[in-house]
Each structure stands twice: as C-alpha cells, then as structure tokens.
C-alpha cells in the first residue's frame, strides 16, 4: 500500500471464514469504511496506486485477497464457490472485521461479486461502485470473441502472459507503453498464482455468465455507480446501461478511451464516480 500517498492510517490482518479458508486483507486511509473488491487473479495489493490514494483520502479503504490467492487461504481440495461463494466469504470478512455496513466497489470479477454481496445482505451494502463488469446470465453482454480466452490463457511464460493481460486492460495504443512499465511486475505476480484457484475462478466466471435467469432487481436500491471503458473488448460497455437496468437510479459513467481498466487510466475518474454515489 505504499503508493497510496497521504492516506493517513495503513493496516492488515486475516479473517477466518471457514475451516481453512482465511481472507487477508490491507487497509489504507480514514474515514468509513469502502470494500474494494479485485478482479480475476488479482489480490488486494494489486490496485492502482493512484487510484487507491484517491479513494484513501476520503475512506477507510479495506482491500481483501480473495480466498486461495494472495495471503488468503483456501484448504485443500475445498473450491472457491462460485460468485456465490466468493460473496459468502466477502459478507464473512465483514462480520470478522465488526462492519455492519460499508460501500462495495467491485471490478470485473470483484464486481460480480459485488451484485452478489448485495443480494445476499442487502441491509449490508450502503453503496455499489460496479467496474467494468456485468450481470451474467442471459441480459449480459458478450465480449469481443477470443478476448475471454486471451484473459484465461495460462501458456507461455508469465511475461508473456502478462502482455497478454496487459493488451486487454489498456487500449491498443497505450498498451505497448504500459507493458515496458507494468509487464515485468505483472510477470512476477503471475509467477506466484496458484493455477488450481485460478482455474476454479475461471469457473466461477463461466458459471456467472451462464446463469439461466436474470439478475434480481437490487429492491430496494442502493446509490449505485456504474463505470465503463469505452473501448472494453472483455466486458463491452453495453453491460453498463444493462447493469444499470437492475440498478435503479443508477449513474453510468462510460469513459470513451479506457479499455477494461479504467481505474488505471482515469483514476481520478472512477474515484470520483464510486466517491459520489458512496456520499449519496
């Protein structure tokens, strides 16, 4: 978290949510408290540090790993659940951390499991920041073909899986400038993920996406912010006026130049746009 600038107060810890299944967490900044919940293969110290200090400056920002990645635990032979089963874990870190109520912003993976929290403890969820994500089931929007594949594509070595990565969370002209960065750093923290858990949360997408029926609609509702990439060949921004559908009163914020992570592209951006609908 050291890149999260002025924030005052850092923290970290673990919470026992099953038999052998632990969730590990950071914390940076003051103020209440915002769930920020990662994406696929992703862990909590994983964000972009700008946008994370943005959010630090005005929250008690707390980054989990979700379980079987990162610090987290998950025993042997036991599964990752499903985004049903990630959101079990997420609402029990909540009740192992003492909060009663908190705003979730989720991207991608992290924010279907978001809806999911949501709908499982609606009284627990203040506010919902929804990055670059969608409903699953038949509302959902598919992406651009082999984008998925390219996402979940394990061969080569990691630095080439992370070019690979890199080229669907930045747009074709930025990507080759954010891969002479970011790529060598990426390589290294794909080197480390354990295959089995992402294999199991490459099912729990799989699973999300071909749920038969529809999202519930969120009854009653929560402010709700809805943030896109213009240019997300993964997740299309037509999944935000959808998302927006299950969400009443919804804000939609598409940024026309980002790709699948806009947070890292506009981070004052997505800050502002999870900040307003957490203040609402």
């Known amino acids: 978290m050291s ?15 099953g038999s052998g299944r632990t969730i590990a967490w950071d914390a940076v900044g003051d103020g209440p408290p915002l769930l920020l919940v990662n994406g696929y293969a992703a862990t909590g110290r994983d964000w972009d540090p700008m946008f994370l200090g943005r959010l630090a400056s005005r929250f008690r920002v707390i980054c989990p790993d979700n379980v079987g990645l990162g610090r987290s635990t998950l025993a042997d032979g036991e599964e990752v659940g499903g985004v049903e089963g990630m959101a079990a874990d997420t609402l029990a ?43 699953g089931g038949p509302d959902s929007v598919a992406g651009a073909p082999g984008a998925f594949r390219r996402l979940i594509d394990h061969s080569g070595t990691p630095r080439e899986q992370a070019t690979r990565l890199i080229s669907l969370l930045f747009p074709p002209e930025r990507a080759p400038e954010a ?11 794909r080197a480390v993920l354990p295959e089995p858990v992402l294999f199991m949360q490459e099912r729990a997408i799989v699973d ?35 998302l927006a559908r299950f ?10 130049d980002c790709a699948h992570a806009p947070m890292a592209q506009e981070p004052g951006a997505v800050a502002a746009a999870i900040t307003a609908a957490a203040r609402a």
């Open 3 to 17: 890149g999260a600038g002025a924030a005052a107060r850092a923290g970290e810890g673990a919470v026992e949510v």
């Open 93 to 135: 870190l909540l009740d192992g951390l003492g909060i009663e109520r908190v705003a979730v912003a989720g991207w991608s993976m992290g924010g279907m499991v978001a809806q999911a929290l949501a709908r499982r403890a609606p009284e627990r969820v203040g506010s919902l920041g929804l990055m670059s994500t969608h409903t």
């Open 247 to 256: 969400h009443p009163g919804a804000t939609v914020t598409i940024l026309p």
């Open 179 to 189: 891969d002479a960065s970011l790529g060598g750093i990426v390589a290294a923290a």
């Open 208 to 242: 999300w996406h071909r749920r038969p029926t529809s999202l519930s609609t969120l009854d009653p509702p929560v402010p709700t912010a809805v943030v896109h990439g213009g240019l997300d060949t993964l997740v299309p921004p037509a999944n935000a006026e959808v």
